[in-house]
């Protein structure tokens, strides 16, 4: 075989890892690269802006738990797709993203779009690799795809200066290293189940990526036979099906009151996959007392908050398949604790009218739960829209959310191309806001071009409606920087070839949404509804709020994390 430029090498060492697709906005930094997926069996994916290329292969990752591969050119291209880079790091998500960077002997020399790839990323990624000896193709691209699903996992940046891509790199790929799997003690599990069976008041707080179906039915239904509720961190609400005895809803942002509370009674919380973060804990306010084990590949335990009385470096898969016997771990506990929380989510579930004109959010996804599949994939982006799908519609295996939970707005769309690339046989539906769609719409016009069919719900409510919620709270009466102008999203879609419906009253969801799911097209219903209306419990908790920073008692009840912020 005749010998490989730096930038073919690298596509078939990506081969060897068994990627499947790359996401990228074309530069003439990497062009190499480019030639050698011509030929390659990688579906090359073209985005319309770097920031959508990135949240795709986000996506992608966080359905299939290989690392999502996306490519931009250096400097603007860079810039756009820091986004991603900054989510999958906070989100704890692998990431690859090659860059491409000027010619070698041009650094230093303020060169067309030239910049500091290690200065920008150093800060947001595992590691920061520069390609300048092309012998080192492929065992770059092996080490940064082992980095990258290593320990607490995460975002490795590889810099790709276009004069090393062309030079012959010689022929050979290495073999993929298998990363290492972390066995929790027969001793650590003994102590759990002790602690476990002790617990009056134990909780299960499931979260992070790396959750399989089985690993999650497996947890859920230990769980219930073990009488411990189980609940979930902020955008993992998929790790555990939500038709278990043992489901309890989620933490975070929009979580309900009554879970907020049961926090603050555990005597026992046990971490699996996440960590004790500030969304999860309301800003470190709760759950800080109790006994905390945590079951966590990261042996550093980076952004865990406060006690940790155990400690089993494990993985989600390598956890489940090594629980005690859930006799040893339920001791004398009834299932009174289990089912009490369980029947507060059950009530929290239970889709609500929201008044106001326009759509009736609550009824709306109430109707949008009823009608999916039980295989519905959901993405979302970030903001006041997102809170009623969080609330109201469930998920039944892993695998079927993808949402920043470090807050990026513009993410819904793109996962959703790419969740529909991925799974074209499921439904997927994106959950986004004015503000939020129109981030990264026009990553739509990626899925036009593949044939891809995701729905897409845009809630119009004319502005940026966290911040609006905030604003009142704070600056009551004096509305600023949050008003949206926005175009017919319905018209928009139908450009592309689409189905698009705009809805203006409940009454017309219902049919609108049997139309865009027998289309068989990609999708959009516009629902206008009325800009007063926040999302479920956020006026009690802004009412409640006003009164703590007054130094009020108020009737109200205790203050719901419902606001999400938008960066």
């Known amino acids: 075989m005749a010998p490989l430029s730096a930038g073919h090498l690298i596509v078939r060492q990506l081969e060897e890892h068994g990627v499947n697709r790359v996401y990228t906005v074309p530069g003439e930094s990497f062009l190499d690269v480019l030639d050698g997926l011509h030929d390659s069996p990688i579906r090359t994916v073209v985005c319309r802006q770097?920031?959508?290329?990135?949240?795709?292969?986000?996506?992608?990752?966080?359905?299939?738990?290989?690392?999502?591969?996306?490519?931009?050119?250096?400097?603007?291209?860079?810039?756009?797709?820091?986004?991603?880079?900054?989510?999958?790091?906070?989100?704890?998500?692998?990431?690859?993203?090659?860059?491409?960077?000027?010619?070698?002997?041009?650094?230093?020399?303020?060169?067309?779009?030239?910049?500091?790839?290690?200065?920008?990323?150093?800060?947001?990624?595992?590691?920061?690799?520069?390609?300048?000896?092309?012998?080192?193709?492929?065992?770059?691209?092996?080490?940064?795809?082992?980095?990258?699903?290593?320990?607490?996992?995460?975002?490795?940046?590889?810099?790709?200066?276009?004069?090393?891509?062309?030079?012959?790199?010689?022929?050979?790929?290495?073999?993929?290293?298998?990363?290492?799997?972390?066995?929790?003690a027969p001793e650590d599990i003994v102590e759990l189940a002790g602690r476990l069976a002790a617990a009056e008041r134990p909780l299960l707080i499931v979260g992070g990526d790396g959750w399989s179906a089985d690993d999650g039915e497996r947890l859920a239904a230990w769980a219930a036979a073990a009488r411990i509720p189980v609940a979930a961190d902020f955008r993992a609400y998929d790790a555990v099906p939500h038709t278990s005895p043992a489901w309890s809803g989620w933490l975070g942002y929009g979580r309900a009151d009554t879970l907020a509370a049961r926090l603050d009674e555990a005597d026992l919380l046990v971490f699996i996959g996440c960590a004790r973060t500030d969304v999860l804990s309301d800003g470190y306010t709760r759950g800080a007392a109790a006994a905390t084990i945590l079951v966590l590949s990261d042996p550093e335990a980076t952004g865990h908050a406060g006690r940790i009385d155990l400690h089993l470096a494990a993985s989600p898969a390598v956890?489940?398949?090594?629980?005690?016997?859930?006799?040893?771990?339920?001791?004398?506990?009834?299932?009174?604790?289990?089912?009490?929380?369980?029947?507060?989510?059950?009530?929290?579930?239970?889709?609500?009218?929201?008044?106001?004109?326009?759509?009736?959010?609550?009824?709306?996804?109430?109707?949008?739960?009823?009608?999916?599949?039980?295989?519905?994939?959901?993405?979302?982006?970030?903001?006041?829209a997102t809170i009623w799908g969080a609330r109201y519609l469930s998920h039944h295996g892993a695998g079927s959310l993808v949402g920043p939970r470090n807050g990026a707005m513009g993410l819904?769309?793109?996962?959703?191309?790419?969740?529909?690339?991925?799974?074209?046989?499921?439904?997927?539906?994106?959950?986004?806001?004015?503000?939020?769609?129109?981030?990264?719409?026009?990553?739509?016009?990626?899925?036009?071009?593949?044939?891809?069919?995701?729905?897409?719900?845009?809630?119009?409510?004319?502005?940026?409606?966290?911040?609006?919620?905030?604003?009142?709270?704070?600056?009551?009466?004096?509305?600023?920087?949050?008003?949206?102008?926005?175009?017919?999203?319905?018209?928009?879609?139908?450009?592309?070839?689409?189905?698009?419906?705009?809805?203006?009253?409940?009454?017309?969801?219902?049919?609108?949404?049997?139309?865009?799911?027998?289309?068989?097209?990609?999708?959009?219903?516009?629902?206008?509804?009325?800009?007063?209306?926040?999302?479920?419990?956020?006026?009690n908790a802004l009412t409640q709020a006003a009164a703590a920073a007054a130094g009020r008692e108020t009737d109200a009840e205790p203050v719901p994390a419902a606001l999400e912020g938008i960066r």
């Open 50 to 184: 770097e920031g959508g290329a990135g949240f795709m292969a986000l996506a992608e990752s966080r359905l299939t738990g290989l690392p999502g591969v996306a490519m931009v050119t250096r400097g603007p291209g860079a810039a756009n797709a820091m986004i991603a880079v900054h989510t999958a790091w906070q989100d704890a998500t692998p990431l690859v993203l090659f860059v491409g960077l000027i010619p070698i002997a041009d650094r230093g020399r303020g060169a067309f779009q030239e910049f500091s790839l290690e200065g920008w990323f150093s800060t947001t990624a595992k590691r920061v690799m520069v390609l300048d000896d092309e012998r080192r193709a492929a065992d770059t691209v092996a080490e940064a795809m082992h980095l990258a699903v290593s320990g607490r996992p995460g975002p490795v940046v590889i810099g790709l200066p276009e004069d090393v891509l062309v030079r012959s790199a010689g022929t050979g790929t290495v073999p993929p290293r298998t990363p290492a799997s972390a066995q929790p």
């Open 319 to 384: 956890f489940t398949a090594a629980l005690p016997e859930a006799a040893a771990a339920r001791g004398h506990r009834d299932g009174t604790w289990m089912e009490a929380l369980a029947a507060d989510q059950l009530r929290f579930a239970v889709p609500l009218p929201d008044g106001g004109s326009g759509v009736d959010l609550g009824l709306a996804f109430g109707q949008l739960e009823d009608r999916l599949p039980d295989d519905r994939i959901l993405t979302y982006g970030a903001g006041n």
């Open 412 to 539: 819904a769309v793109p996962a959703a191309v790419a969740a529909a690339l991925l799974h074209p046989d499921r439904p997927v539906v994106a959950i986004c806001g004015d503000g939020d769609f129109f981030m990264n719409a026009q990553e739509l016009a990626v899925a036009a071009a593949q044939g891809a069919a995701p729905l897409v719900i845009v809630v119009d409510n004319g502005g940026y409606g966290t911040i609006i919620a905030h604003q009142r709270r704070h600056y009551p009466q004096r509305p600023s920087g949050t008003a949206l102008a926005n175009p017919d999203f319905a018209g928009w879609i139908r450009s592309f070839g689409g189905h698009g419906e705009r809805v203006e009253e409940t009454a017309g969801f219902g049919p609108a949404l049997e139309r865009a799911l027998n289309s068989g097209r990609l999708a959009l219903l516009h629902l206008v509804t009325d800009p007063a209306t926040m999302a479920p419990d956020t006026a």
